[in-house]
Nanobody, 121 residues
Framework: QLQASGGGSVQAGGSLRLSCAVSGFKTDYFVIAWFRQAPGKGREVVSCISAEGGRKYYADSVKGRFSISRDNAKKEGYLYLDNVEPGDTAVYYC????????????????WGKGTQVTVSS
C-alpha cells in the first residue's frame, strides 16, 4: 500500500527527493511519516505531516535541511533532502496512519519498503 522511491547515492551537500505513493486507503485522511534506519542503529523518526498538510514535524537532526510535503490529489508524500551529510546515510521508510499525527513508529500500521540513501563525503 506504500511505495517509497527516490533514494540513491549523493555527495555531501547535495540533494535528493524521496517519494511515497499511497494506495488502498479507504480514506484520504491519513498522516504520512518518514523514518530512517542507519547501519547498526535503531529506526528513528525523521519527519511527519498531518493529513491536511498544515502540521509538520522535523527531527532536530534534519531541521532546516529536510522538507516534507504531500499531494493529496495524487496520494503521494515527499521528503526533500537538502545539504545532506554522511550522517544522513540510512534506509528511509515512509509510513502512514489514520487520525492525528504522531512521531511514535509503533502507532503506524502501514509501512513501505525502504529506499536507501547513501551520502559520501
Amino acid at each position: 500500500q506504500l511505495q517509497a522511491s527516490g533514494g540513491g547515492s549523493v555527495q555531501a551537500g547535495g540533494s535528493l527527493r524521496l517519494s511515497c505513493a499511497v494506495s488502498g486507503f479507504k480514506t484520504d485522511y491519513f498522516v504520512i511519516a518518514w523514518f530512517r534506519q542507519a547501519p547498526g542503529k535503531g529506526r528513528e523518526v525523521v519527519s511527519c505531516i498531518s493529513a491536511e498538510g498544515g502540521r509538520k514535524y522535523y527531527a532536530d537532526s534534519v531541521k532546516g535541511r529536510f522538507s516534507i510535503s504531500r499531494d493529496n490529489a495524487k496520494k503521494e508524500g515527499y521528503l526533500y533532502l537538502d545539504n545532506v551529510e554522511p550522517g544522513d546515510t540510512a534506509v528511509y521508510y515512509c509510513a502512514a496512519k489514520t487520525g492525528v499525527s504522531s512521531i511514535v513508529q509503533s502507532e503506524y500500521p502501514y509501512w513501505g519498503k525502504g529506499t536507501q540513501v547513501t551520502v559520501s563525503s
